[in-house]
T-cell receptor, first 110, second 113 residues
């Protein structure tokens, strides 16, 4: 059974600092890994998808890396802004199923 | 293009009542999913339908049933609601091939008293 862990559970940083969010998974036979953002009381918004054959994926200030052999992914958010405050979820795909971590709740202080 | 839609947005039930959560997608995706989200536990898969005409159990199927009505619609039924089923329910869809994203609906907030 795939187990996905996200550390830390919560993070508070001053505006402008870079954010580093970690995700680890136990079964490396994944098809892809997806990072989501969730605002309080809202649904999930897909941020980045990394296929198993890729090492990283970038979108604007976001960069996600994947080391499949060690079962790790890292999401970097450069120059954080208060609008980046949200919960970030990591999910790995095996076959047709996604397994989610519990998320990292980020607060960016103005 | 509405993506994934869910109804209702909120619902309060009494223990033992039944209800059906509706989900529809307009992206011509093959696969559809139902998840529940509880505080501190991330999302857990209840049931999924890899393609029209098929359904399979996920991690937490007990107390639920599903119907893949057609390619667009996938419903989740609670036959006899219990307080343990108080949660936020999300529907998602997926094209079904490697390298494609899952897209999520806005969620249904269910409280069982």
């Amino acid at each position: 059974k795939q187990e996905v862990t996200q550390i830390p559970a919560a993070l508070s940083v001053p505006e402008g600092e870079n954010l580093v969010l970690n995700c680890s998974f136990t079964d490396s036979a994944i098809y892809n890994l997806q990072w989501f953002r969730q605002d309080p009381g809202k649904g999930l918004t897909s941020l980045l998808l990394i296929q198993s054959s890729q090492r990283e994926q970038t979108s604007g200030r976001l960069n996600a890396s994947l080391d499949k052999s060690s079962g790790r992914s890292t999401l970097y958010i450069a120059a954080s802004q208060p609008g980046d405050s949200a919960t970030y979820l990591c999910a790995v795909q095996n076959d047709y199923k996604l397994s989610f971590g519990a998320g990292t709740t980020v607060t960016v202080r103005a | 293009n509405a993506g994934v839609t869910q109804t209702p947005k909120f619902q309060v039930l009494k223990t033992g009542q039944s209800m059906t959560l509706q989900c529809a997608q307009d992206m011509n995706h093959n696969s559809m999913y139902w998840y529940r989200q509880d505080p501190g536990m991330g999302l857990r898969l209840i049931y999924y339908s890899a393609s029209e005409g098929t359904t399979d159990k996920g991690e937490v199927p007990n107390g639920y049933n599903v119907s893949r009505l057609n390619k667009r619609e996938f419903s989740l039924r609670l036959e006899s609601a219990a307080p343990s089923q108080t949660s936020v329910y999300f529907c998602a869809s997926f094209r079904g091939r490697v390298g494609n994203e899952q897209f999520f609906g806005p969620g249904t907030r269910l409280t069982v008293l």
